[in-house]
Structure formats: C-alpha cells, structure tokens
C-alpha cells in the first residue's frame, strides 16, 4: 500500500470517549495464543526485524516492492502521531507476528493496511487485527476504511470482502481500491468471533529482539 499523507481527524468529537485499547489475549484458529495491542514507539526494532523476516512476495504485496528499506517502514509503522494508529500482535515469545495500520485521509476516511508473518497465514489474525483497529477507528470518528490492494492479492481481498463486506470502488492498472464501513467490524466478530477465546493480556510478553 502507498502511503497516503495524514491528515489528522477533527479535534474532539468521537475522540473525546476514545479509550486506549488494552492488551488482549486472543485464540488463533489453529489454537495459538497471541497478544495485540497498540503500537509503542520502542516497537520500532521488533518491527524491523518483523518486516525483514516477511517474504519477498509478502513485502511485494504489501508494499507494493519487494526492494523495501524496513529501517524507514519500521519508523513508520512505530510511529503514532498524525493521527495514525497502529496495533501489533505478539506471539507468547514476545516476537511480533503481525502489525496494522490506519492512516487518515481526511476526518471520516483511512487509508488500512495490514502484514501477517508468513507462517500464520489463514490462522484469522488479519482478519482480528482489522477488526481490532476498526473498532479504535470508529471511535475516533472514522467512518470508512479505504484499503488499495494488488488485483493479484486475493487473500486481501478475501478477508476485505468475506469479513467486511469490503466493495470494490475503483480499478487502476494493478490495483484495486476497496472500502468499507468501520462499523463492519461487527460483521467480522459475527461472523468469526464465535471461534476466538480472547481477554485482557495478564501481563506484557517480553522484547525477543
Ligand atoms: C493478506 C493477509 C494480511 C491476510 O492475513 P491472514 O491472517 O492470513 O488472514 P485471515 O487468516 O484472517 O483470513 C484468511 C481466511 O480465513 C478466514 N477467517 C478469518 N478468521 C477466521 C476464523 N476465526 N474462523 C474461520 N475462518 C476465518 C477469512 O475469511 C479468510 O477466508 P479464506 O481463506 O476463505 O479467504 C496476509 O496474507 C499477509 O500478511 N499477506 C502479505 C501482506 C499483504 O498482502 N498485505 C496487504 C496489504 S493491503
């Protein structure tokens, strides 16, 4: 996904009721535990060497160049001002296994995007990290997610349209640029929520790097 310049949300409004999201513990399909929870600025190391572990095809698909220089995504995906907002999710060994983000485009619209280390694909953590930070979106007055996705990314846009109800509303060369209502999180907790154990994170898994 290109990054699109941030535009911070209105001041107040939704905002004002916004609660920082507490660590959660959740159940993965096959069973594994992972904890998500807001990104934090000192992320931004375990978050270089999460980008760099990604595959070529993965860091392709996702930033649209495999050539990507992960000291400068790490610094940007650690970053929180601008009224961006992230959240990452660990593996019980504390290593980050997966990371989102949403960008503003203006007061009611995002830019999201989302990378799964590579051997937990299909395990529904994309799906529960979009879900998570729409839920963050929405009480900040968000109202839709845009998400510009490669036509080739099918499992992208499996889990926009499946979970989301994502809809295609423009196609440019290779890309697709797909939106949905933040409020779809709660299709995606109807429609998969059942499946998950989740709860507060008793305490925060260590730094493993
Ligand atoms: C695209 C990406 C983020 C998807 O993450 P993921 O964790 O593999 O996706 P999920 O496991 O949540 O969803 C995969 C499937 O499981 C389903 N699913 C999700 N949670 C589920 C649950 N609890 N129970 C049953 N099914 C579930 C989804 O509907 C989807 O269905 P499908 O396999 O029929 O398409 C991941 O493949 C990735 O990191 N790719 C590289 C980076 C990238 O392309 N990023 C996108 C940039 S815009």
Not at 37 to 61: H, I, K, N, T, W
Request: net charge negative; proline share 7%.
């Amino acid at each position: 996904m290109p990054s699109a310049a941030p535009i911070p949300p209105e001041p107040g409004g939704a905002a004002r009721a916004y609660a920082r999201p507490r660590p959660e513990l959740v159940r993965l399909r096959d069973g594994a535990m992972v904890t998500i929870r807001p990104v934090a600025e000192d992320d931004e190391g375990s978050l270089r060497a999460f980008l760099g572990d990604l595959c070529d095809e993965a860091r392709r698909l996702r930033f649209f160049s495999a050539a990507l220089d992960t000291v400068a995504a790490a610094h940007d995906a650690a970053e929180t001002s601008a009224g961006s907002r992230g959240l990452v999710a660990h593996d019980e060994s504390g290593m980050i296994v997966g990371h989102a983000v949403y960008v503003p485009l203006d007061p009611r619209r995002a830019e999201v995007a989302v990378e799964v280390a590579d051997h937990l694909h299909g395990r529904g953590l994309g799906t529960i990290l979009i879900e998570r930070l729409a839920v963050t979106a929405e009480q900040h007055g968000i109202t839709y997610f845009i998400a510009e996705v490669l036509c080739e990314n099918r499992p992208m846009l499996d889990v926009f349209r499946e979970g989301f109800d994502a809809r295609m509303t423009s196609r440019e060369g290779t890309q697709e640029r797909v939106e949905f209502l933040t409020s779809g999180w709660r299709l995606a907790q109807g429609r998969f929520g059942s499946a998950r154990h989740s709860g507060p994170a008793r305490r925060p898994p260590p730094q493993s790097r």
